[in-house]
């Protein structure tokens, strides 16, 4: 199935590639993201278990209910009716040929588990909310990170219509759900993130783990919203959230499963010592940044430090959704030393163990001050150290230091 209105994503061609090559899939990320949408031009059947009547024949009998339904089948929001996976197994084990099912899930705390149905059968693919490169419809290019790899400055190239700070601070108030983004104009963007989030705290968050306070975990959030992009003590959060370490704990879980919130863990290696080892925790949207706190322009291009925290959780948005695509699975991490001197906001290590690094800056003129923290990173580690970059908000690339560069933010897509 097609739609002329239909926003391309970065994943379309890898889902397609590998849905002509197995038979089940498995698309998770956070709920709204555009995983249905896309799925679906797939599928020559959908079923939509969040709907009482269309789940109601796969909680009696799910393998009966599958075999009805011309293939391809999407089922979607799997963890409503967690027994059709059983069935969907059985199926892949019973059949033969590729591109049957497709599943989708808001969720993802169930699939780690040791007797999770899925494992084996189905191929997991995470989607996210939609980048600029999305939204602006960019020609494909190879991801940021593959590209910054190449240490070549005339690899980034910047889009016709760049924008500067303010522009940069509209795009992440914006943030990246297809629905708000796409079709509603400020006011009622506001008022569905507002919905949006509500439904996270009662519906969701009590689907997915029983019963919760909304209001203590809608607290919990707005405490790791003003810390996004840090390192704070758990303490702290929980502190200002005014709940216990316990409750901490399950609400960090919960939002984690939810896909609202993501973190980075410390990045070490043999060559360097007295790194923290603490997570750094990020929103995954920078539009529920701003709702959870009832941002505008004005509040925060008066609060440096807010500032940065914005800029850098939109940044790493852009650069999450490519880590799905074809050939390309770098791991993330951030890196601290202990005493502070030394800083990187984003350590990408690539299967061979080499590494690129990237420090994120709200200024619009960085210097080669701004990069002591990735010529040391790259003196320690020596060939291993592939490039770097100090992304800015300003209006062209240059050259920093050798294998160093700084790079507009606009060339995530340009």
Same mark, same amino acid.
């Given at each position: 199935?097609?739609? /002329?209105?239909?926003?391309?994503?970065?994943?379309?061609?890898?889902?397609?590639?590998?849905?002509? @090559?197995?038979?089940? &899939?498995?698309?998770?990320?956070?709920?709204?993201?555009?995983?249905?949408?896309?799925?679906?031009?797939?599928?020559?059947?959908?079923?939509?278990?969040?709907?009482?009547?269309?789940? !109601?024949?796969?909680?009696?009998?799910?393998?009966?209910?599958?075999?009805?339904?011309?293939?391809?089948?999407? &089922?979607?929001?799997?963890?409503?009716?967690?027994?059709?996976?059983?069935?969907?197994?059985?199926?892949?084990?019973?059949?033969?040929?590729?591109?049957?099912?497709?599943?989708?899930?808001?969720?993802?705390?169930?699939?780690?588990?040791? $007797?999770?149905?899925?494992?084996?059968?189905?191929?997991? &693919?995470?989607?996210? *909310?939609?980048?600029?490169?999305? #939204?602006?419809?960019?020609?494909?290019?190879?991801?940021?990170?593959?590209?910054?790899?190449?240490?070549?400055?005339?690899?980034?190239?910047?889009?016709?219509?760049?924008?500067?700070?303010?522009?940069?601070?509209?795009?992440?108030?914006?943030?990246?759900?297809?629905?708000?983004?796409?079709?509603?104009?400020?006011?009622?963007?506001?008022?569905?993130?507002?919905?949006?989030?509500?439904?996270?705290?009662?519906?969701?968050?009590?689907?997915?783990?029983?019963?919760?306070?909304? *209001?203590? =975990?809608?607290?919990?959030?707005?405490?790791?919203?003003?810390?996004?992009? *840090?390192?704070?003590? !758990?303490?702290?959060?929980?502190?200002?959230?005014? #709940?216990?370490?316990?409750?901490?704990?399950?609400?960090?879980?919960? &939002?984690?499963?939810?896909?609202?919130?993501?973190? =980075? /863990?410390?990045?070490? $290696?043999?060559?360097?010592?007295?790194?923290?080892?603490?997570?750094?925790?990020?929103?995954?949207?920078?539009?529920?940044?701003?709702?959870?706190?009832?941002?505008? @322009?004005?509040?925060?291009?008066?609060? *440096?430090?807010?500032?940065?925290?914005?800029?850098?959780?939109? %940044?790493?948005?852009?650069?999450?959704?490519?880590?799905?695509?074809?050939?390309?699975?770098?791991?993330?991490?951030?890196?601290?030393?202990?005493?502070?001197?030394?800083?990187?906001?984003?350590? +990408?290590?690539?299967? +061979?163990?080499? %590494?690129?690094?990237? !420090?994120?800056?709200?200024?619009?003129?960085?210097?080669?001050?701004?990069?002591?923290?990735?010529?040391?990173?790259? @003196?320690?580690?020596?060939?291993?150290?592939?490039?770097?970059?100090?992304?800015?908000?300003? /209006?062209?690339?240059?050259? =920093?230091?050798?294998?160093?560069?700084?790079?507009?933010?606009?060339?995530?897509?340009?």
């Amino acid at each position: 199935m097609s739609s /002329p209105s239909y926003t391309a994503r970065l994943i379309d061609e890898w889902l397609r590639e590998l849905f002509d @090559e197995l038979p089940a &899939l498995l698309i998770t990320g956070p709920r709204a993201a555009g995983k249905t949408t896309t799925a679906q031009r797939l599928a020559a059947s959908v079923v939509h278990l969040d709907r009482q009547s269309e789940a !109601e024949p796969f909680r009696d009998d799910p393998d009966a209910a599958l075999r009805s339904l011309p293939e391809p089948v999407l &089922l979607d929001e799997w963890q409503m009716v967690p027994q059709v996976l059983g069935a969907v197994k059985r199926a892949v084990d019973q059949g033969s040929g590729a591109g049957r099912f497709l599943v989708t899930g808001s969720v993802h705390g169930r699939l780690d588990e040791p $007797t999770w149905p899925g494992t084996g059968r189905l191929v997991h &693919l995470r989607m996210w *909310g939609l980048t600029a490169r999305e #939204i602006l419809s960019s020609p494909p290019k190879p991801p940021f990170l593959q590209t910054l790899a190449r240490a070549d400055l005339a690899a980034f190239q910047m889009p016709t219509d760049a924008p500067d700070l303010l522009g940069y601070i509209e795009l992440a108030l914006r943030g990246g759900y297809p629905e708000p983004v796409l079709s509603l104009r400020a006011s009622r963007r506001e008022r569905w993130l507002e919905s949006y989030l509500d439904e996270l705290f009662t519906r969701d968050a009590e689907n997915l783990d029983g019963p919760r306070d909304p *209001g203590l =975990l809608r607290r919990y959030f707005e405490a790791l919203a003003v810390n996004t992009a *840090g390192i704070a003590a !758990e303490k702290t959060v929980y502190d200002a959230a005014g #709940i216990g370490r316990s409750t901490a704990v399950a609400y960090e879980r919960l &939002l984690a499963n939810m896909f609202v919130l993501d973190s =980075l /863990p410390a990045w070490s $290696t043999n060559r360097l010592s007295r790194l923290v080892k603490a997570p750094k925790r990020y929103l995954t949207d920078t539009s529920l940044l701003t709702a959870s706190l009832h941002l505008d @322009e004005r509040a925060v291009i008066r609060d *440096g430090n807010l500032l940065g925290r914005l800029i850098e959780t939109y %940044v790493l948005a852009q650069i999450r959704p490519e880590l799905e695509l074809a050939g390309f699975s770098p791991r993330l991490y951030h890196l601290r030393e202990k005493n502070g001197r030394h800083e990187i906001d984003l350590v +990408a290590e690539m299967r +061979a163990g080499e %590494v690129v690094a990237i !420090e994120i800056k709200s200024s619009s003129a960085p210097s080669r001050a701004d990069a002591r923290h990735l010529e040391w990173l790259r @003196e320690r580690l020596g060939e291993r150290f592939l490039a770097g970059a100090v992304l800015h908000t300003g /209006p062209r690339p240059f050259r =920093l230091s050798e294998r160093i560069f700084a790079l507009p933010i606009a060339t995530l897509w340009g």
